[in-house]
């Protein structure tokens, strides 16, 4: 049900740094995941993704960390921008299922000029 | 490549009434489509998943009778929320996948609001 009163957790950071979400997921079965970025009011946009039989992988400014050992998953931005700020979710797929993705809680980013 | 779109982008209904939110495939074709609500400042939830010309499978927890989804085409699914109350307010955003493509492509969410 809908908890009251729930905030999303809060990463700020300056213009130009390095930025890092952390994410842990539930399921050791899971063999796909993705960071999308969520802008107020708008749906989702696929920031980058990473099969179980790999580590890292790198995009644009992006490089997804997976650490299957415990089960943690990270996103890093480099030299963040104004444009970056949003709400940032990992999602994690089970192996052999229809496809359904089950999302995390999320963390805010803001990026001061 | 790879849009999907929803309409209406918002609407405000009086309880008791239903409301119908299309999701479309504009450039590909959906095998299959999900539904997913969300909350203010919570995560997406997955409600339902449908595969054209066949029943939608739904979450735990998620009413049927309640959200009724049709996907009739592979290129158009449709969700009816009836006899809305004020507790059904929320974000409701669909997305879309194709055969042998893991990623799945959101549309933009469709805000409904019920007095």
């Known amino acids: 049900g809908e908890s009251v009163g729930l905030h999303l957790p809060t990463l700020s950071v300056q213009e130009g740094d390095n930025s890092i979400i952390n994410c842990a997921y539930s399921n050791s079965a899971s063999d796909y995941f993705i960071w999308y970025k969520q802008e107020s009011g708008k749906g989702p946009q696929f920031i980058i993704d990473i099969r179980s039989n790999m580590d890292k992988r790198q995009g644009q400014r992006v490089t997804v960390l997976l650490n299957k050992t415990v089960k943690h998953l990270s996103l890093q931005i480099a030299a963040t921008q104004p444009g970056d700020s949003a709400v940032y979710f990992c999602?994690?797929?089970?192996?052999?299922?229809?496809?359904?993705?089950?999302f995390g809680k999320g963390t805010k980013l803001s990026v001061k000029p | 490549g790879a849009v999907v779109s929803q309409h209406p982008s918002r609407v405000i209904c009086k309880s008791g009434t239903s409301v119908k939110i299309e999701c479309r495939s504009l450039d590909f074709q959906a095998t299959t489509m999900f539904w997913y609500r969300q909350f203010p400042k919570q995560s997406l939830m997955l409600m339902a998943t449908?595969?054209?010309?066949?029943?939608?499978?739904?979450e735990q927890g998620v009413e049927k009778d309640k959200f009724l989804i049709n996907h009739a085409s592979l290129t158009l699914s449709t969700l009816t929320v009836t006899s809305a109350h004020p507790e059904d307010s929320s974000f409701y955003i669909c997305?879309?996948?194709?055969?042998?493509?893991?990623?799945?492509?959101f549309g933009p969410g469709t805000r409904l609001t019920v007095l």
């Open positions: 997305s879309a996948s194709r055969a042998a493509v893991n990623e799945q492509f």
């Open positions: 999602a994690e797929r089970g192996r052999g299922s229809q496809g359904n993705l089950i």
């Open positions: 449908s595969n054209e010309g066949s029943k939608a499978t739904y």
